[in-house]
């Protein structure tokens, strides 16, 4: 099995693609080692010295570090993943329940603000989301409120240097020139 590794714009989150599907359908995230319990792979990956998060999206798994250096932790995190592969260990236990859908939970828009806001998913669905899934991360509508589309930005995204930049220049501009009424878009 061979395992390619791409740099994302985040230094501190390195993406694993192991040739096959790891998670189809939504992209799960793991921001601690009891949260990963729901999988055996991020569970796995939780036990290396240094790992912060795991992200496992529909054909790869971006892994964030803390300042340990990726030449002493890399090897490891390759050998977790192809041992998790070989094994024909499923990537979510049964246990885990449904994966919580964060474009349904937790959203807040006024009711006259029910088209803008599908037109902004759309765009985010059809344009944001697969470019975003390319640095190793996802990012998730929360919310629509006086002009301002609020965003969860999650994997390689969460805590990137140029996070900022990826919701200003591009995101912003994206949905400001496509959807009449946005004038800003804010991280939460």
Known sequence: MFIQTEATPNPATLKFLPGRDVLPGEPRDFRTPEAAAASPLAHSLFGIGGVTGVFLGSDFISVTKDDTNWAHIKPAILGVIMDHFLSGKPVLSESA??????????????EEDTETVEVIKELLATRVRPAVAMDGGDIIFKGFKEGTVFLHMQGACSGCPSSTATLKSGIENLLRHFVPGVEGVQQV
């Open 97 to 110: 329940g449904e994966p919580v859908d964060f474009s349904e939970v937790e959203e807040f828009f006024e």
